[in-house]
Structure formats: structure tokens, C-alpha cells
């Protein structure tokens, strides 16, 4: 019970940022809501908190390996304080808004995706056609204006 009480916590972790939820996530709140899982208020329950808050930002920018996972727990508080402020806004806007808008926008793509190399520190969107192929762009330091016109005017490099 208490090992699904913390996958909760996670999954309501995640939703509260405006994090995207994946397929299990959703149907882990259906069946079970959010009745179960509590917020403690001692110490013990917010470093875990914070720490689902950190697996969950890692999901959604790194790549999943396992290694980049860990590295990221290594990195300094201000590499990742770096990662929260800037590159987790960037993936949000990718996921939220330059995916929907280019997969509507008549233009055979299916998403788009945000990616921070943690070893070589550089930003990409990966564009993956309705046909398989896949494009890489480099966003590298772009604020969200220049992620757009860097995404829309770049070709990019086949992946």
C-alpha cells in the first residue's frame, strides 16, 4: 500500500507542474484518485516529494538511460536548478503547444520533442514525421521565440 501511495504522490507530483501524464499515469488516477495518496508534513515525506518531483523533470527532459539518470542526481544544485529553470520550460512549450500546433498545421508531422544532452549540455527538438523519419534541430540557449523559428526555418540533421 505504501509503494502505491508513492507512485501516486508522483503521478499528482507530475500533474501539479502541468507535467503530460503517460497512458499508466492516467489510469492509475481513474482507477484510484487521489484520495489515497496524503502529503505528510515531516521531513522524511518532503525530501521524497522532492525527489519524485526530480525523477519526474529527468523523465521528461533527459533521455531514460539509466546512466543519465544518475548523473543528473551527481550534478551540482545550480546544474540543476539550471535544468528546472530553463529547460523544463522549454520542454513544456514543446509538448504543450509546438507539437500540437505542428502536428495540426497540415504539415505531416506527428510531435515533436524536447531533449537536453546532460553530457554535451546541448538542447534539441526532435521532429518525427507522420512517415517514421525523424529531425533534429538544435535549440541550443534559443528562448522560446527562437526555439520556434529555429524549429520552423531549420532543416535540421536526419537523425
Known amino acids: 500500500m505504501q ?3 508513492q507512485t501516486l504522490v508522483k503521478i499528482l507530483s507530475k500533474q501539479k507542474l502541468g507535467l503530460p501524464l503517460n497512458s499508466s499515469e ?3 488516477l481513474t482507477l484510484y484518485g487521489d484520495t489515497s495518496a496524503t502529503f ?3 521531513a ?11 525523477v519526474s523533470i529527468t523523465d521528461i527532459i533527459l533521455p531514460t538511460e539509466s546512466a543519465n539518470l544518475k548523473q543528473i542526481e551527481k550534478l551540482p544544485d545550480a546544474e540543476r536548478q539550471h535544468i528546472i529553470d530553463e529547460c523544463l520550460p522549454k520542454a513544456e512549450f514543446v509538448e504543450k503547444y509546438l507539437s500540437p500546433m505542428l ?4 504539415m505531416r508531422i506527428a510531435k515533436a520533442k524536447y531533449q537536453y544532452d546532460i553530457n554535451t549540455h546541448a538542447e534539441y527538438v526532435y521532429i ?4 517514421g523519419f525523424v529531425r533534429r534541430v538544435c535549440v541550443t540557449a534559443d528562448s522560446l521565440q527562437a526555439l520556434i523559428l529555429d524549429v520552423m526555418n531549420n532543416k535540421g540533421e536526419t537523425v
Open 40 to 42: 505528510d508534513t515531516d
Open 3 to 5: 509503494e502505491l501511495n
Open 103 to 106: 502536428a495540426n498545421a497540415k
Open 128 to 131: 518525427t514525421y507522420n512517415s
Open 26 to 28: 492516467k489510469a492509475m
Open 44 to 54: 522524511n515525506a518532503v525530501a521524497e516529494l522532492f525527489d519524485s518531483l526530480i
